[in-house]
Structure formats: structure tokens, C-alpha cells
């Protein structure tokens, strides 16, 4: 059917940047935003080296919850659960270098400076703790716990 709009009313639009298809959306995201993302991707990896997009990452946060959904919906397929994760999907986060488990400890391993959280640094303050209780003797006078221990140990009748 032909249009009432004039060529030059049309050629005056596409000027301007109006799009004639809006995209169809695809559950929560729109393609465009999903192919976006990708391309948020894309630059960040090219600017760090890497694709592990910290969960706090005010330059584009966006990108961020993007990364994080990608992974939800990545473990939903492979629990067989809904998703909307698909194999082109998978295949195109694979090729940019995507890393499907986004834990610190495989961030680190992949050589990744990560800062250590709250939580990461007080199990390094109790792992040096248990160190030292563990290289200090029983019987150390200096150890509190040994001289109480042995001082008990001295009051048992033989």
C-alpha cells in the first residue's frame, strides 16, 4: 500500500535519524539494548583487557547488571530453567571473551587486580591470626592459652 507521506517528508525524517522499525522487544530487553551492551562489552574489554565487569561500575553501571543477568541467565540455561539466554547468544559472548563465572577468585586467577571486599580481607586478618596461633607452642610461656593449659596440667594428680 502506497504511503500518504510525501518523499520529501520521508527523505526530511530519515534526515533527522527517525527510525522507521522500533525493534521488537525480547522478554525484558530489546535487541538493540542487548546488541548495545555487547558493544559496551566490546570497549570496556578493550580499555582493561579483560570482560569482568565489576558489580559496582559507575562509568556504566548499566553494563554491570547487564554482565550480571548475562550469567543468571546463562546458569538458568543450564539448569534447564527458562531464560532467555540463547546459543547464538552464548556464542557471540564466548568470541568477545566473556567469562561465565564472574567469582573474585576466578578474577584473580586470570591475573585480574581485584580489591579485596570486607568480607575477603577479614577472612585474610583471620587466616594470619590462625597462622600465628598455630606457630606459637602450647608451652610458650608467652601464650596465654598454653600457660593456662599447662599450669592446669600441673594441678592433675599422678
Known amino acids: 500500500k502506497k504511503s500518504p507521506m510525501s518523499d520529501t517528508r520521508i527523505q526530511k525524517l530519515e534526515g533527522i535519524g ?3 522499525v522500533v525493534s521488537k522487544k525480547t522478554g525484558d530487553q530489546s535487541a538493540d539494548s542487548w546488541d548495545q551492551r555487547l558493544e559496551d562489552l566490546r570497549a570496556f574489554k578493550e580499555q ?3 570482560c569482568f565487569v565489576p558489580r559496582v561500575y559507575p562509568e ?3 553494563l554491570s547488571y547487564w554482565c550480571e543477568r548475562q550469567r543468571q541467565d546463562y546458569r538458568n540455561i543450564t539448569r534447564g530453567r527458562p531464560t532467555k539466554m ?3 547468544r552464548i556464542a557471540i559472548l564466548e568470541q568477545a571473551g566473556f567469562q561465565w563465572d564472574g567469582k573474585l577468585s576466578v578474577q584473580r586467577a586470570h591475573g585480574i587486580n581485584v580489591p579485596p571486599t570486607k568480607r575477603s580481607a577479614k577472612s585474610e586478618v583471620v587466616a594470619a591470626e590462625t597462622a600465628v596461633a598455630d606457630a606459637v607452642p602450647l608451652d610458650d610461656p608467652m601464650n596465654a592459652v598454653g ?3 599447662a599450669n592446669a596440667m600441673d594441678a592433675v594428680p599422678i
Open 86 to 88: 540463547t546459543e547464538e
Open 18 to 20: 527517525f527510525q522507521w
Open 147 to 149: 600457660a593456662d593449659h
Open 60 to 62: 556504566n553501571q548499566a
Open 48 to 50: 582493561h583487557g579483560h
